[in-house]
C-alpha cells in the first residue's frame, strides 16, 4: 500500500522527459520490498537515481528531509500519517496520495494524485518541479498547517471525550 515500485516508475518517467531527478527512500523493508527492488533494477541498474536507504534514526530521516527537495507520500492506506506530517513540519512541498486521509491532514498544501498510477504521480512531481512559486507556497502551507497538530491536543481533546462518553452513561 505504499506504492513504493510505482513512485519509481514515475522517477524514471520524469528522468526519460529530461528531468535529472532522484528518488531516496526511507524505511524498514515491508511486504513490497521484493517488488521494488526488482522495479529498481529494472529501472535504474546501477542504482544512480532510485536509492533505498532502509531503516533510518529519527534524525537521519530529519537530516534527509532538509537535503530533499520535494516530498512524496504514494501511500493509499493510512491512519494518521505521521511520516506526511514529518515532511509537512520540515517544510517540505509535497506530492501526495488522494486516498484519504491524506487531504484531510494536508489539505490544500500539496499537489495529489493517483497512487497506483505511474503517469499521475509523474504528473504531480513535475507540477512542482515547473513552478518555484507552488513549491514555495504549499511548503509554507503544509508547514503551518502541520503546526496545528500536536501531542497535548491530542491528548486533550481525547480525555475530554472520554469524559463526555462517561458522563452520558451515568
Known amino acids: 500500500y505504499k506504492h513504493q515500485w510505482i513512485v519509481a516508475e514515475a522517477i524514471s518517467q520524469l528522468r526519460l522527459e529530461g528531468f535529472p531527478v532522484t528518488l531516496t527512500m526511507i524505511g524498514p523493508p ?8 526488482k ?6 541498474p546501477r542504482g544512480e537515481f532510485l536509492i533505498y536507504l532502509g531503516a533510518r534514526s529519527r534524525a537521519q530521516i530529519l537530516q534527509q528531509y532538509q537535503i ?37 491532514i494536508l489539505k490544500n498544501s500539496g499537489i495529489y494524485f493517483d497512487p497506483e498510477n505511474s503517469d499521475d504521480i509523474a504528473k504531480g512531481i513535475s507540477k512542482l518541479l515547473f ?3 507552488i513549491r514555495a507556497k504549499i511548503a509554507k502551507s503544509g508547514f ?10 491530542c491528548a486533550r481533546d481525547t480525555f475530554l471525550f472520554l469524559a463526555k462518553v462517561a458522563n452520558q452513561s451515568s
Not at 83 to 101: D, H, K, T, V
Open 39 to 44: 522495479v529498481m533494477k529494472q529501472l535504474d
Open 131 to 133: 513552478s518555484k512559486e
Open 68 to 104: 530533499s527537495d520535494v516530498g512524496v507520500f504514494a501511500s493509499s492506506c493510512e491512519n494518521m500519517p505521521n511520516i506526511l506530517l514529518e515532511m509537512m513540519a520540515s517544510g517540505l512541498p509535497i506530492a501526495c496520495s488522494n486516498r484519504s486521509p491524506m487531504p484531510e
Open 144 to 153: 503551518e498547517t502541520a503546526q496545528t497538530f500536536s501531542w497535548n491536543r
Open 30 to 37: 515491508d511486504r513490497g520490498l521484493s517488488r521494488l527492488r
